[in-house]
Structure formats: structure tokens, C-alpha cells
């Protein structure tokens, strides 16, 4: 047996592992990409742009099962999520075309900053999504617009990269339109599930995705991801803020070490 015979399982082991632990984390508040894409870029042969295409195939496996999970306990509002799962599907199909063109490293420090002032807002605010407390009435037209708006640009992000998008749509929906921790989970992963369908839409026709690595990676995400959303929905918006500050943590130490050490 050749030596790419016997490290393969090895390599899909891991994988599946990853995606285990990441369709936890995404399932209770987004980040799970930060758990993936380095496993990814660890395997050899793997470039940067296939690692970002394949991640998406485990991604959205565990987002289409946790956003499943959640829509049977929390129902959605459909009137604002779907157009919002629309533009964030738009946006990350142009995110994805992207990708190949501009380079990560301008990106990180503006990226690296906005989680620090996330973090910052949240710590400062504990209550901050405990409780929905609406700023706009669901039928207004900037509930609708800002929605729609988190997710166009919240999706081109995700097609671009995607680490921290599901803790981007969870703080967006929080801060801008009041919902709690526990509700803007549900719904960013019915959009970010969204985001995953529109950059596969660009990244499978050119041939980027590595399928047996995306599919150990998909899964160990549909077991995380059932997981994560019971956990979620058993523990409350407590639970999911707590969560939210780690994963936002986790990713600030990773964006910030890349950064000051370079490719």
C-alpha cells in the first residue's frame, strides 16, 4: 500500500473530526470556519482558494441541519429572512468570483478590527440579547431593509473568506434590529446556509472543491450541527452569548497572529 493510500484515511479522519467540532460551534453561534479552513490548509496539495471552496461543503451540510433544527422550535420570519437569505446569496456568489482576485491580506486588519470592537460592544452590553427587545416594528420597512442589507454584505464576506460570518450575522441581528442572542442564531443559520449555496454556485463549475475532503468535512458537520442547535436551544441566549464571546475571541487571536507573522 503506497504511502497516499495510508495517509488518506488519516487525512479524512481529521477532517471529519473538524467538521465535528465546527458544526458544534456554528450550529450555536457561527465561527465554525475558524475550526475548518486551518485543517484544511494543513493538508498537502490543498491551495488557499480549494480550501475555501471545499470548507463550504461541510459548511453547508451543518447549516442546513441546524437551520432545520431551529425553524421546528423558533419559526422564522420568513417575510424578512428570505429576502435576506436571497441577498446574501447574491452577495456571496459575487464574493466567491472575488476571491480569486483579491489578495487576504487586505482584508484581515479591517476584519481582525470590527471583531475587536464586537467584542468590546458585547462585553460592555451584558444584556446586550438576552432578550429580544425589536428596534423596528416587523412590519416596517427598515426591519425589512436592514435585514436584507446584513445579509447582501454579510454575504459577499462569506463568499470571499468566511471565517466569523455566522458571529457577524449573529451581532448584526443583535445590535442593529434587537433580536436576542438565541433568535439572530436561528436565523443567520438559515442565511449563512444561504451564503454556502451561493459560493458553491461559482466555486463547484470551477472545479475548486476537493469532494472527498468536503464530504468528510460535511459529515462530521451534520452530526455538530444537530448537536450544536439542541444544545443551543436547551441552554437559551445566556448560553449563546457566552459561546459568541470565545468563538469572537478565538478568531481575534488567530486573525491577529496571521496578521503580525505573515503568510
Known sequence: MTEAAVSLPVILLALFAAGLLAGWVDAVVGGGGLIQL???LLVPGVSPLAAVATNKVGSIAGTAVSAATYMRRIPPDLSAVVPAALCAFLGAVGGAMLAASVPEDLFTPIILAALVLVAIFTLLKPSLGAEAVLRYSDRSRRYHAY????G???GVYDGMLGPGTGSFL?????SIIGLSFLRAS???KVINFATNVGALAF???QGHVVWEYG?????GNIIGGRLGSRTALDRGSGFVRIVFLVVVGALILKLGFDFLTGP
Not at 147 to 150: E, G
Open 186 to 188: 436561528a436565523q443567520a
Open 215 to 219: 464530504l468528510a468535512l460535511a459529515l
Open 203 to 205: 466555486f463547484i463549475p
Open 170 to 174: 449573529v451581532i448584526a441581528f443583535v
Open 152 to 154: 447582501g454584505i454579510v
Open 38 to 40: 486551518p485543517v484544511l
Open 147 to 150: 435585514s436584507w442589507l446584513i
